[in-house]
């Protein structure tokens, strides 16, 4: 089966050059295969041979043709003809937490909005719910979209972008919350995810982190028999993370729980099945059976799917087995004292410290502890209060919170910063594999979370600098853009020899691209200190030791994996002082 994706945002057929309009004639009728609706154009899906010369003369990147195996002919939704579309859908699972793991763009959203009852699905073919029912009778499908279908389900869904919050609610936080406690849970929940002291804070002054423990609490609260929780992790630290996800494993007691995320450790503690997504994005996407939660992100990992005999990427996602680094022999960037910060309610203190030519160095430690302050002191951003930072070094910074205030496009704000646009290697190194090429005509405002990230990333590393300091890069990123983030900053310092600093709360992120890590401890809010360089097993033992959880690394994939507070694993490594690189047996 073929199936031709028109992105209807993408398509200007006003702005075709001649070449294209040949393919794209302002008028064609009868049973060529392509046809203009309303000034676009429409592929005949049942004519198409899909020899691709439409889609590489579309100069806007708007035409996918994709081959299906036939077990795909019908799918459950489909957004018009050349439109979206989407096969299968997720089981919501009373008494569990049910993960939903893929890219970005590939229809968790739609699936969501099908079990939550906002989407009546079509069949790709302006189904009628009696033939929707009549297909998927005798399964646990039928039974839930049966009850959909009768409005016999409530749901409460946390939306993936919580920065929006204060653009539809203004006033304090204890008047968002009360007016979702359905359930008499409120106290409950503020208490775990420690909200006490923001409950009457404005919206408007609530940083990333706070707006998502409000949006989680705010979801939880609500007296639903299906929850959707779209990203929990982006803004919170490690101990939050876990925090939620223990409020999500309490909330699934009773009730049906879906989340989307893209911390895998995360998930992994999360959930006790996923479904995995793959497909293209913007054109399809398959939705798989479930899955034990390990073996679906492993199989995830790996990027086949034997079950469905499908594979989903060209190579494997590896994780090292051993942790430490040999440390190279190579000169230093720069060197600096003990310097401090002082503010009315809270001081950094900064431990002396070096930073070597073309290593990637993580930060680590809770949110409110410095780690940004840190970093904008080191950008030049901020001064010292105490001690001195001579740094004669350029440097490169991306913030945490981005906003996209310029109608310039992708490709004109690049162009400005980056000295070698046009160099094979550019192209290859930063624009392809961050997959920036198809944004490059948007204008930085239309840009999604996650689209707005990427481009920040590869700006900051398009600048002339010696150091390159990037502040949570992984947030709103999914799994694949995480890992290829990842690996694009650890080729640029080693190709370069210059240094990148990344803050960040994904393990999995930092475990890849980092050599060294950079540990902060203290009283978040009141004072933190951040301690020299250390290697990778030395910093990950003394971070994790002070949140008081240990990893272990899975057998065939070497990911890894959280263990449960207590059990055997646990107690053993804490013994051992090894909270991070034991293997598991």
Not at 209 to 217: K, S, T, W
Not at 503 to 521: A, G, W
Request: aromatic share 6%.
């Amino acid at each position: 089966m073929r199936i031709a994706v028109i992105n209807r945002d993408r398509c200007q057929p006003r702005k075709c050059s001649k070449e294209c309009e040949y393919f794209c004639p302002p008028v064609r009728t009868g049973d060529e295969t392509i046809i203009f609706e309303d000034g676009k154009p429409l592929i005949t899906e049942n004519l198409c041979v899909g020899c691709g010369i439409c889609v590489r003369k579309c100069p806007f990147g708007a035409i996918t043709i994709t081959n299906l195996p036939e077990e795909l002919e019908h799918p459950v939704h489909r957004y018009g003809q050349n439109g979206f579309a989407l096969y299968g859908l997720p089981i919501p699972v009373t008494g569990k937490v049910t993960g939903l793991l893929g890219p970005n763009g590939i229809g968790k959203s739609t699936a969501v909005s099908i079990l939550s009852g906002l989407l009546k699905p079509n069949l790709g073919r302006g189904a009628t719910w009696e033939a929707v029912l009549e297909q998927f009778s005798g399964s646990a499908m039928g039974d839930y979209l049966t009850r959909v279908a009768e409005k016999g389900v409530k749901t409460a869904i946390k939306p993936q972008y919580v920065d929006r919050i204060p653009k539809s609610y203004r006033g304090p936080v204890r008047g968002l919350l009360e007016k979702t406690d359905e359930r008499g849970a409120l106290k409950d929940l503020v208490s775990t995810l420690g909200l006490g002291a923001l409950l009457d804070r404005e919206i408007a002054t609530l940083s990333g982190g706070e707006l998502q423990r409000v949006a989680i609490v705010a979801t939880a609260a609500r007296d639903a028999d299906f929850y959707f929780f779209d990203e929990i992790s982006p803004y919170l630290d490690i101990h939050q993370r876990i925090n939620a996800a223990r409020t999500l494993q309490g909330l699934a007691q009773d009730r049906a729980v879906m989340v989307v995320e893209h911390d895998l450790a995360l998930l992994d503690l999360l959930a006790e099945t996923v479904h995995l997504v793959f497909g293209t994005a913007g054109a399809y996407g398959v939705i798989t059976r479930p899955k034990g939660v390990r073996v679906g992100i492993n199989q995830y990992l790996r990027g086949n799917l034997p079950e469905e005999n499908v594979r989903i990427r060209g190579e494997a996602i590896v994780f090292e087995v051993r942790a430490p680094r040999a440390e190279k022999d190579v000169p230093v960037l720069v060197e600096y004292d003990t310097f401090t910060r002082k503010y009315p309610s809270f001081k950094l203190q900064i431990e002396p410290g070096v930073i070597r030519s073309g290593e990637v160095v993580g930060i680590l430690g809770p949110n409110g502890i410095g780690k940004s302050t840190y970093i904008k002191i080191l950008a030049g951003l901020e001064e010292p209060s105490s001690g001195r930072i001579d740094m004669k070094l350029k440097v490169s910074y991306k913030p945490q919170y981005l906003k996209a205030d310029s109608e310039v496009t992708v490709q004109g704000m690049l162009r400005g910063v980056a000295r070698d646009f046009d160099s094979s290697y550019y192209q290859s190194e930063l624009l392809k594999p961050m997959g920036l090429e198809p944004l490059l005509d948007q204008p930085l405002l239309e840009l999604s979370g996650g689209e707005l990230q990427r481009v920040a990333i590869v700006a900051c590393l398009s600048r002339d600098a010696d150091l390159y300091l990037l502040d949570e890069p992984s947030a709103h990123l999914d799994v694949e853009q995480r890992m290829l983030a990842a690996r694009v900053m650890r080729r640029f310092a080693e190709s370069t020899e210059t240094s990148v600093l990344v803050v960040d709360h994904d393990i999995y992120l930092i475990d890849l691209l980092s050599e060294r890590l950079i540990v902060f401890e203290g009283q978040p809010g009141s004072s933190g200190e951040a301690h020299p360089p250390q290697e990778m097993r030395e910093g990950m033992n003394r971070f994790l030791k002070g949140i008081g959880i240990t990893f272990r690394r899975d057998e065939d994939t070497r990911r890894p994996r959280v263990n449960k507070p207590g059990s055997r694993l646990d107690r053993g490594q804490r013994e051992q002082g090894e909270y991070y690189y034991v293997l598991e047996s």
